[in-house]
T-cell receptor, first 116, second 115 residues
């Protein structure tokens, strides 16, 4: 069974600074996807960034980037130039890439607060 | 914003009532999902569907049932609600387009409270 662990229940950062959220996972699969989803207070959960396990290059999306360490099964999210709108729950998630199955396994989440 | 809608946004009901949580998407996605999320906890998959007339139980056991008669509609029903069903229920979908195949679009959720 796949598991996803987020060891930081809560974090805070000052506006314009950089913060890194940790995520580790456990799987025996070789072909999979990793995601970071953002859930703002009382708003829809949205995808922040996605990484295919077969790609060595770390994914980036504007101010968001990941540090994907496949051997260590680590997938951290770095948010640069933090903004007040980044305040949200952040969930790390894992998906096996097989036959059209898109079932996600989520971590418990990290509550990020960006302070002015 | 994703074109996936859940109603009601909040629901408070008494024990024993039958309820249906609605979920609709206008993106033509073939795959739809229901997740259950308790406060401060991870999401757990309770039901999923890969197309019309296809439904499967998820990883977390649930007394709820689902149906998929139309592509765009994936309602969840509780025949007799209990306080243990109090939780947030999130609906999601994913699509045919290559870039959408691994990406889930989520609704705003239904916060259910059973008294």
């Amino acid at each position: 069974a796949q598991t996803v662990t987020q060891s930081q229940p809560e974090m805070s950062v000052q506006e314009a600074e950089t913060v890194t959220l940790s995520c580790t996972y456990d799987t025996s699969e070789n072909n999979y996807y990793l995601f970071w989803y953002k859930q703002p207070p009382s708003r829809q959960m949205i995808l922040v960034i996605r990484q295919e396990a077969y790609k060595q290059q770390n994914a980036t999306e504007n101010r968001f980037s990941v540090n994907f360490q496949k051997a260590a099964k680590s997938f951290s999210l770095k948010i640069s130039d933090s903004q007040l709108g980044d305040t949200a729950m952040y969930f790390c998630a894992f998906m096996i890439a097989q036959g059209g199955s898109e079932k996600l396994v989520f971590g418990k989440g990290t509550k990020l607060t960006v302070n002015p | 914003e994703a074109d996936i809608y859940q109603t009601p946004r909040y629901l408070v009901i008494g024990t024993g009532k039958k309820i249906t949580l609605e979920c609709s998407q206008t993106m033509g996605h073939d795959k739809m999902y229901w997740y259950q999320q308790d406060p401060g906890m991870e999401l757990h998959l309770i039901h999923y569907s890969y197309g019309v007339n296809s439904t499967e139980k998820g990883d977390l056991s649930s007394e709820s049932t689902v149906s998929r008669i139309r592509t765009e509609h994936f309602p969840l029903t509780l025949e007799s609600a209990r306080p243990s069903h109090t939780s947030q229920y999130l609906c999601a979908s994913s699509g045919l387009r290559h870039r959408d195949n691994e990406k889930l679009f989520f609704g705003s959720g239904t916060q259910l409270s059973v008294l």
